[in-house]
Structures are given as C-alpha cells and as structure tokens.
C-alpha cells in the first residue's frame, strides 16, 4: 500500500509542481500567454513558485522541518530546469528523421523520470520530517490534485 501512496505521490508532484497545467489554456489565457519560450518559463516558474509557498504555508514548515523543505524544493526546481534546458535544445535543434523524433522523446522522458525519482526521494525525507498533522494536511492537498486529475480525465473520455 505504502508503495501505491509513493507513485501517487510521485505522478501528484509531477502534475502540481512540475508539469504545466493539465488542462489546455482557453482563448484568453492563451492570448496572455507570453510569446516566446523564456517567457512561458518564468511564468511557469512563477507558478509552481507560488504552488510551493502556498504549500509550505498549508503545512506550516517549522524551523526544524526547513531544510528537509529545502531538500525537496531544490529538487522541484533542478527538475524545472532540466526539462527546460531539454526542451529548449529540442527547440533549437529539431530531429531530421522520425527516429530522430522517438529518441528526442525518449531522451525528454528519461530526463523526467529521473528528476521525477529524485522528486520523490526528496518528498519523502520531508514526509518522513512532518508531524501527523502535517501528514494529514499533505495526503489531503494531493488528493484533491488526484481528484482533479481524475475529474480532467472523466471529461476527456
């Protein structure tokens, strides 16, 4: 059961802090979107930013608990910059052939479960640093991500 909580925790954290957002934009929040890559990516890295702070306001990080805090965001951003650096090296140098395209992805996805693994290795020294209460306050933020997740999804299909 522990082993099932740890990849929920894992694809949660991936969706909340590292991926963009699930949904498409709509029209407007397309038209707000900045232009270029750059530009989307500070903007993206001020919203997982702000997912964070929200985060670690909701659990109440005690001094004792900042640098197991610490550990996990350092991990959230290496991997925000990681995919970044990828992406943009995908962008400047587009594959030639369809082979070239499935090793792009595979390279892009390795890339991700890695730092996705490091993430989650970095999540659970901070789980293991929170009281019950805490515990109970992080189950219950990453549920409510589960669910609309799983709301997205049930509309998808």
């Not at 990681?82 to 943009?88: K, S």
């Not at 890339?111 to 640093?129: G, P």
Request: a negative charge.
């Amino acid at each position: 059961m522990k082993a099932i909580n740890l990849v929920f925790i894992s694809i949660f954290l991936s969706v909340c802090f590292i991926t963009p957002v699930y949904s498409a934009p709509t029209q407007e929040q397309a038209s707000r979107q900045p232009a270029n890559p750059e530009q989307r990516y500070a903007t993206h890295v001020q919203q997982v930013e702000k997912r964070l702070d929200n985060f670690k306001h909701e659990l109440q990080i005690t001094s004792n608990q900042e640098r197991a805090w610490d550990i996990y965001t350092a991990a959230v951003r290496d991997n925000m910059t990681d995919l970044h650096t990828q992406m943009l090296a995908e962008i400047q140098h587009p594959p030639q052939s369809a082979t070239e395209h499935f090793m792009q992805i595979i390279t892009l996805k390795q890339t991700a479960l890695k730092d996705l693994e490091n993430v989650s290795n970095s999540f659970n020294i901070l789980y293991a640093a929170l009281s019950a209460e805490q515990r109970a306050l992080a189950d219950k933020h990453f549920e409510k991500i589960r669910e609309k997740i799983m709301e997205h999804f049930a509309k998808e299909q």
